[in-house]
């Protein structure tokens, strides 16, 4: 039977902490703040922490927690969406994906990538130029928003008009 926790920041501190380590789970108001906006005008809701895994382990464990105790959860990337996305509509954790931002591989024989959520758009592009490949999305923020971003929004940017989006 899920069990539902209080909705103290402290508690969820001690919670998490030993999963990804105390310097990595955000408590204070003023942090708090950051993650509860994107780049939409006038939307802000306060989650009541963040959480930085660097791992998919990591997200593993907050995750079952999180669904055995009922607290909501929303993925957050670079924060560059403009249509409120990201944002924890209903409070809980904010799971920033930032510490994620490692390319893994390049396939060049099969042209594919295989990366973290949390890497910057416009790093791929540098890396696979490095290799004489072209990765075609190009959104206007493509130096701060990240892969696992674009993903979830269909992010395309002018080139998807050619090349289509991601």
């Known amino acids: 039977m899920p069990q539902t926790l209080p909705g103290n920041a402290l508690d969820l501190h001690k919670l998490f902490s030993p999963i990804i380590g105390e310097e990595f789970v955000i408590v204070d108001e003023g942090s708090r703040l950051r993650y509860g906006r994107d780049e939409t005008e006038h939307l802000c809701f306060l989650p009541q922490i963040v959480l930085r895994p660097r791992t998919t382990e990591e997200v593993s464990s907050i995750m079952k927690i999180c669904n055995d105790h009922l607290i909501p959860v929303t993925p957050r990337g670079g924060g560059t969406g403009l ?72 992010s395309g940017g002018p080139k998807a008009v050619k090349y289509g989006v991601v």
């Open 83 to 154: 249509m409120g996305g990201a944002l924890p509509h209903r409070g809980g954790v904010v799971l920033s994906l930032d510490r994620m931002n490692s390319i893994l591989k390049i396939d060049e024989e099969n042209l594919q990538a295989i990366v973290e959520a949390g890497v910057i758009t416009e790093v791929l592009q540098e890396a696979v130029k490095e290799k004489g490949l072209f990765y075609p999305p190009d959104p206007s923020s493509r130096g701060s928003c990240f892969i696992g971003g674009n993903v979830a929004t269909n």
